[in-house]
């Protein structure tokens, strides 16, 4: 088995070098995200062009560097012209062929596309020196997204992988968590419990039979980081998963993700069946005696099946419903069984921990969370992607010098954090470091690494509003107070963003907050008030405008804004608005050509906002609808 | 039951043995396979695996995945997760609920068009996106709407055309 491996190892990285050597590389990223904004299409037109000039070139599908703000993302290497590989941006089809004109045919380099040039870092990490993200980023578990083949096992072996693994297998099971708990790894599915601990306790349960379940079901709305990973990199997951199984003694295991990601369910499957065939899965693992397979479950679409015990139940091909905690699933869970529920990053770390060791991972964070944390980016920020920090970087760091900041000159209002019962900080929370303590500390969570950037175009009434009403529809039915709690705070939210508020309301919404964080049996429940709780304490003065002034600052709530059309600002030629009104409600005056919106009519969808050329920008949104009768009385006097 | 739904029960039970745990997976497979999970369906399910139909019936019921009711011949999914919701996503679900004179969860009397919503997709950069037919349409907007709408409108005319010739 070992001279196996050998060969194993040999033949990948000749191959890796030989593309790295070839006169000419195209890596392509696809993952879902790229899809959407057209890799395949760029794809498709890339191989075509190459073939059609007869060009010698090699074409890598890769996964996503986390730079989702630009895709289609397109890396060229053409070693010969004596320049590092340089990273295009947004590159849809329709520039396939001023590229390959430009810098495959010729020696232009097509600066005005590039992102920049793409170098390596000491651990071989791909980085690009021309944009700030990549002086704060610290790539552990993204070190290989974007930049190998997640179908090709051997890209990921010729990048070091799978020696983790073996080396973990010539060490003792106690060995193993003893180091995993000296780098101090914390879970990254939310919670931060020491993986160590977790690992120990099922190790030392006595059972024949022990589970272990990768946790890839990533239900927060708004989250996509382990997606990305396991489209990018599914081996690292892989490679820590059978760590983890080997160190708590697991002969079994299973990957739980959810139908909604096709595509890691694919890629995963072709994962397995390669680490299947090089023997890093099944009997006699490298030869150590140990055996292990993986078999994949897909979700069926609910949000709580993350909750691990749900996540069982799910498995065992029941309803996904939680029970009370303990006994922990590490003494009994799957089948009755020791079982060790694990996030994808956190099996991801535990293959680099066992590379450079505990002390390398120390080195990086925070004292009581070390390592990095990986955020996913999305809402009102200019660099939306997937980012990877040291613990203890600020907010202000991730948001405004990783992630650009807010576009188009507004102003950040909020950071939603922790998925929808997580909970949104404001402007204050800036200089907190996030890691698993200070984020506790200022009422909200962790959480995954969803991380959603408002703006004033947000109202954080109808943020609320929609957590709760997410939750409702998410939480299992099991204890009466997650299932009648959680909707009656929808409900009393509902009448808010309605304009029906009462001035009682917000004392309601803390009391039936505090006996839900008490009483409900699982977390999902227990922490089902975070929205409510941190939105009234940083934006209390949003409630009260909804519910003293019937009025929405953010111009959000529909039911307490009115379109306008300001009559000096539009110009009277032009019938934009008029002509893609859903509903007809705009009229032009026969004579002055004065658009005038029937508000009776409207349906507020704003359509001729978004319609209105810019440089007229004459239809504006009025809180609360009765401002319009003032607008109206000042044009008429 | 139709012979045809008959042959498809057959196929899946083939690989998946009666076992209790492989009810969930048993289910997706039928519900791929047919499109929704059928009354016979859900008989048949719990017929092999030795279950109750109302523990059968509950375990479906209890996930989003499963539909009771077949599928429209364009099947509309809108994004209503965190992202999506942020950058103007309920906009978007009323503009297809307006265009197809249908609530979300419905499917247009002609049987054309299904509204669904969905928790996320994780394609949270573009959003808000909408999923047709498993495409991922990326950064909607009510105006969007009418567009997408008036292209598969298009494409549906076309290809009925192609069938005729
Ligand atoms: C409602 C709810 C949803 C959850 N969803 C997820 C999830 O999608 N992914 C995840 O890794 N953990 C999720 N968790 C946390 C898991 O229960 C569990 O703590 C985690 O998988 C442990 O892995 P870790 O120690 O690696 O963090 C969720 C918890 C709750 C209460
Ligand atoms: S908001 Fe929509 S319905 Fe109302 S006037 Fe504008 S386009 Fe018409
Ligand atoms: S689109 Fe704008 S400028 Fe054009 S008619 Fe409407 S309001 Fe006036
Ligand atoms: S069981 Fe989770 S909230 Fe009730
Ligand atoms: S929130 Fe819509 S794709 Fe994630």
């Known amino acids: ?637 | 039951m139709l012979d045809e739904e008959g042959e498809v029960f057959k196929e899946v039970f083939s690989y998946f043995p009666a076992r209790r745990r492989y009810l969930i997976r048993l289910l997706q497979t039928v519900q791929q396979k047919l499109g929704y999970l059928s009354e016979d369906a859900m008989k048949e399910v719990a017929l092999h695996l030795g279950i109750s139909e109302a523990e059968t019936f509950g375990v479906a019921t209890f996930y989003n995945q499963f539909r009771f009711v077949p599928l429209g011949k364009h099947h509309i999914v809108v994004c209503m997760g965190t992202a999506c919701h942020t950058m103007g996503g309920q906009l978007v679900l009323d503009g297809f609920e307006r265009e197809l004179d249908v609530k979300v969860g419905g499917i247009t009397p002609d049987h054309e068009y299904s509204l669904e919503r969905v928790g996320c997709i994780g394609c949270c950069t573009k959003a808000p996106v909408v999923l047709i037919n498993n495409i991922i349409h990326p950064k909607m907007t009510p105006y969007k709407v009418a567009e997408v709408f008036a292209g598969l409108r298009d494409k549906g005319s076309k290809s009925s055309e192609e069938h005729q010739e």
């Open chain 1, 1 to 637: 088995m070992t001279n196996d491996w050998e060969e194993i190892y040999q033949r990948a990285k000749e191959k890796w070098e030989a593309l790295e050597a070839s006169p000419i590389h195209i890596r392509i990223g696809t993952p879902t995200c790229g899809r959407a904004a057209g890799a395949l299409d760029t794809l498709k037109e890339f191989r075509e062009k190459l073939e059609k000039e007869g060009i010698q070139g090699q074409i890598t599908e890769v996964g996503c560097m986390g730079l989702c703000f630009a895709e289609p993302l397109v890396i060229i290497s053409k070693p010969e012209i004596g320049l590092p590989p340089i990273c295009y941006r947004n590159v849809t089809y329709q520039e396939v062929k001023r590229l390959v004109d430009g810098f495959i045919l010729g020696d232009d380099p097509c600066l005005e596309l590039a992102l920049g040039t793409l170098d390596l870092t000491e651990d071989a990490a791909p980085y690009i020196p021309e944009m700030l993200r990549f002086e704060i980023e610290e790539r552990l578990v993204l070190r290989n997204c974007g930049y190998i083949d997640p179908q090709d096992i051997d890209h990921y072996i010729a990048r070091g992988g799978y020696l983790s693994l073996r080396k973990a297998l010539g060490m003792s099971p106690e060995q193993i968590i003893d180091e995993v708990s000296k780098a101090g790894l914390r879970g990254r599915g939310g919670a931060g419990f020491p993986t160590g601990r977790k690992w120990d306790l099922c190790r030392s349960t006595k059972n024949e039979m022990k589970y272990i379940i990768c946790n890839a079901d990533e239900g927060d709305p708004g989250a996509f980081m382990d997606r990305v990973v396991l489209e990018s990199d599914p081996h690292s997951m892989i490679e820590g998963m059978i760590i983890a199984a080997y160190a708590v003694g697991a002969y079994e295991g299973f990957i739980y993700t959810r139908m909604e990601y096709p595509l890691v369910l694919d890629r995963l499957e072709q994962a397995l069946m390669q680490a299947r065939e090089y023997g890093l899965l099944g009997e006699d693992i490298f030869g150590s005696g140990f055996s292990f397979d993986i078999e994949t479950v897909a979700g069926a679409g609910a949000f709580v099946c993350g909750e691990e015990t749900a996540m069982i139940a799910s498995i065992e091909g029941r309803r996904g419903m939680p029970r009370p905690r303990p006994p922990y699933p590490a003494e009994y869970g799957l089948n009755g069984e020791p079982t060790v529920v694990d996030n994808v990053k956190t099996l991801a770390l535990v293959a680099r921990i066992m590379g450079t060791g505990a002390k390398g991972f120390r080195s990086i964070g925070t004292p009581s969370s070390p390592g990095t944390a990986v955020f996913a980016l999305a809402g009102r920020i200019e660099q939306i992607g997937l980012v990877e920090v040291p613990m203890g970087t600020t907010l202000r760091q991730v948001i405004f010098d990783v992630g650009g900041g807010v576009p188009e000159g507004r102003e950040l209002k909020a950071i939603q954090i922790g998925g929808p019962a997580g909970g949104c900080v404001g402007k204050e929370a800036l200089d907190l470091p996030v890691d698993f303590d200070s984020f506790k500390a200022a009422g909200a969570i962790m959480g995954s690494g969803g991380m959603i950037v408002l703006d004033e175009n947000n109202c954080m009434v109808e943020t609320a509003r929609f957590f709760l009403d997410f939750l409702a529809r998410e939480e299992c039915g099991k204890c009466i107070m997650g299932r009648l709690g959680i909707k009656q705070l929808s409900l009393i939210l509902e009448e808010i963003v309605r304009g029906n508020g009462r001035e009682e309301d917000l004392n309601l919404l803390e009391e039936i907050s505090k006996d839900l964080a008490e009483g409900a049996l699982c977390n999902l429940g227990r922490t089902a008030p975070n929205p409510i709780l941190t939105t009234l304490r940083y934006f209390r003065d949003e409630y009260e405008a909804h519910i003293k002034e019937k009025r929405c600052p953010a111009l959000v709530c529909k039911d307490l804004i009115a379109y306008y059309i300001l009559p000096e600002r539009c110009e009277r030629g032009c019938e934009h608005c008029v002509l893609t009104c859903p509903t007809e409600a705009i009229v032009s005056d026969e004579k002055t050509r004065t658009k005038r919106i029937q508000q009776d009519k409207c349906v507020k969808c704003g359509t001729c906002l978004e319609i209105c050329p810019p440089e007229y920008n004459a239809v504006i949104k009025v809180s609360p609808p009765d401002r319009i009768k003032e607008l109206e009385a000042k044009i008429g006097g």
